[in-house]
C-alpha cells in the first residue's frame, strides 16, 4: 500500500477516537446525571450527541479490522484502550437507563393498580350483586383530565 493510503487510514482511526471520546464524555455525563436523579439532564438526548453517534455508527460499521491492525502501535493502543473504555461507560449507562425504566414501570403499574382499587364497585352481599362493570385501563382514572 502507498503512504497516501496509510495516512487516510490513520486519520480515519484518529477521527473514531475523537468521537469515541466525545461519545464517552457524553456517556459519564449521563451517569452523573443519571446517579444525581436529574433525567433532564441527560446530553444524549441533545440533537449533536445523537447526530454524533449516528456519524460513530456508520464509521464504525464500515471500518475493517486489518485497518487498526496496521496503525502504528501508538495509534492501535490509543484505539484499543478507547474502544474498551467506551464499551464499558456504555455497559454501565445501559444498566443504569433499565434500572430508571424498571423503576418507573414498576411506579405507574402501582399507581394504576391503586386507582383501579379505589374506583372498584363496593361489592353488596344481596342475593344478586349485580354486573361488575369492566375495567378501561389506568388511563381512564387520570383525574386530572
Known sequence: MSPAVFLQD??????????AERLVAALESDIAALKDGKPAALRTADPEIQKLTANYGREAQNFDVRIAQ??????????????TKFREVLQLHTR????????????????????????????TYGPRPGAVPQSSGAM?????V
Open 10 to 19: 490513520d486519520a480515519r482511526i484518529e477521527r473514531l477516537i475523537g468521537m
Open 70 to 83: 496496521a496503525a502504528p502501535a501508538p495509534l492501535r493502543s490509543r484505539f484499543v484502550a478507547i474502544t
Open 96 to 123: 443504569l437507563l433499565a434500572a430508571v425504566k424498571n423503576a418507573s414501570e414498576g411506579m405507574i403499574k402501582a399507581i394504576a393498580e391503586e386507582v383501579h382499587k379505589m374506583n372498584a364497585p363496593t361489592r
Open 140 to 144: 381512564v382514572f387520570n383525574s386530572v
